[in-house]
């Protein structure tokens, strides 16, 4: 979004440990309380890296730009895929989604870890990798939005690359969304001309996580009529494994049924 925003910071860790709880007691179907002790899901919050999160940020900031008119989109897809490979996803596990906007292809890429038990059960937990400016198109490092949602992104399907699942998790990464939400958008019409929309569950959308005008450990919860049930669990989850203040706000977006869920 196209809106002035502070200096952005390093991201820290509060969003993707928030997410990592998420993952870890949720999509194993267990309720807070019963797993509100368990080591494991406290093992997993607590390797999520600051550093490593900051370094995904800067070198996403180094492309200079990822708006959606340019060529360094396309190597910000590259170097998204990459990365996924490196944390041990096999190339048939990564979609590059296609699609046009504004005449121009683009990609979404989606990283999906089949569940164990459930694997008709679909959690998505996403953010977009384009970015855009108030300043010329070649000039929209994106740092804030979104590279902070990107890097956590990355840091939950780095963390649970080797990690049993109940459920399926797709990790995804929008182009276009600066443009009218266009990857997203065309994601879901693929899901459903796929025969796999029904089956989502739940969607997680990590934005702008390293705004700078927010306290650091303050996570601001989107709650739309939909959501209060993932958002209740996920202020009992982040206040037992973390020191986060979970902030339920109502959304930013009003997107009609089924995907009316952002975090």
Not at 34 to 62: E, F, K, M, W, Y
Not at 209 to 219: A, E, L, M
Request: charged share 15%.
């Amino acid at each position: 979004m196209p809106v002035p925003h502070p200096g952005p910071r390093a991201v820290g860790s509060a969003v993707p440990a928030l997410a990592l709880v998420l993952a870890a007691a949720l999509l194993a179907g267990a309720a807070p309380a019963a797993r509100a002790t368990d080591p494991a899901i406290q093992d997993l919050v607590n390797q999520v890296s600051q550093a490593r999160l900051a370094g995904h940020v800067q070198r996403l900031q180094d492309f200079r730009t990822r708006h959606s008119s340019t060529d360094s989109v396309v190597a910000a897809a590259n170097w998204l895929i990459g990365q996924y490979l490196s944390f041990g996803y096999a190339p048939a596990d990564i979609l590059e989604h296609p699609f046009v906007a504004s005449g121009r292809p683009q990609r979404n890429i989606v990283v999906t870890k089949t569940g164990v038990s459930n694997p008709d059960d679909i959690i998505i937990i996403g953010g977009h990798y384009d970015s855009t400016s108030n300043l010329p198109t070649t000039n929209a490092p994106g740092a804030d939005d979104d590279g902070s949602g990107t890097a956590g992104v990355l840091a939950l399907a780095e963390i649970l690359a080797g990690v049993p699942l109940d459920a399926t998790v797709m990790f995804a990464n929008w182009a276009a969304e600066e443009q009218g939400l266009l990857g997203s958008a065309a994601f879901v019409t693929y899901a459903f001309n796929q025969g796999f929309g029904s089956q989502i569950r739940l969607y997680m959308n990590l934005d702008a996580c390293g705004y700078q005008g927010d306290p650091d450990n303050v996570v601001k919860l989107m709650t739309d009529p939909l959501t209060p049930i993932y958002n209740d669990q996920l202020t009992q989850l982040c206040i037992k494994y973390t020191d986060l203040v979970p902030a339920p706000m109502n959304p930013i977006l009003s997107i009609p049924p089924p995907f009316g869920s952002i975090v």
